[in-house]
């Protein structure tokens, strides 16, 4: 499968943003997907994933009542709803996708999304 995220950009704090990921293929509905992002200098860290029913969500604590992962199957795209946006949500997000088990782990992924920039400035 491959991985196309957009939906990046410059908000303020406090302002929301929706990234988008489009997964070609036939066999978008057997990964489950998760979002990560790398800020400058920092390693890559786990944000959400959702299973490949869309049933199970799981959100890093940094996130949590903030973000909103879904997908939606029958078009191949998974979302990542970013609400009260803090200065230090600023990074490249990836999305990725993952056929064996889900996971927080960033190498268990086997196909990864080009990345998008959100900047959210104070």
């Known amino acids: 499968v491959q991985l196309q995220a957009s939906g990046g950009g410059l908000v303020q704090a406090g302002d929301s943003l929706r990234l988008s990921c489009a997964a070609s293929g036939r066999t978008f509905s057997s990964y489950d997907m998760g979002w990560f992002r790398q800020a400058p200098g920092k390693e890559r860290e786990f944000v959400a994933l959702?299973?490949?029913?869309?049933?199970?969500?799981y959100y890093a604590d940094s996130v949590k009542g903030r973000f909103t992962i879904s997908r939606d199957n029958a078009k191949n795209m998974v979302y990542l709803q970013m609400n009260s946006l803090k200065p230090e949500d600023t990074a490249v997000y990836y999305c990725?996708?993952?056929?064996?088990?889900?996971?927080?782990?960033?190498?268990?992924?086997?196909?990864w999304g080009q990345g998008t920039l959100v900047t959210v400035s104070s």
């Open positions: 990725a996708a993952n056929s064996r088990y889900r996971s927080t782990t960033s190498s268990t992924y086997d196909h």
């Open positions: 959702i299973s490949r029913s869309g049933g199970t969500t």
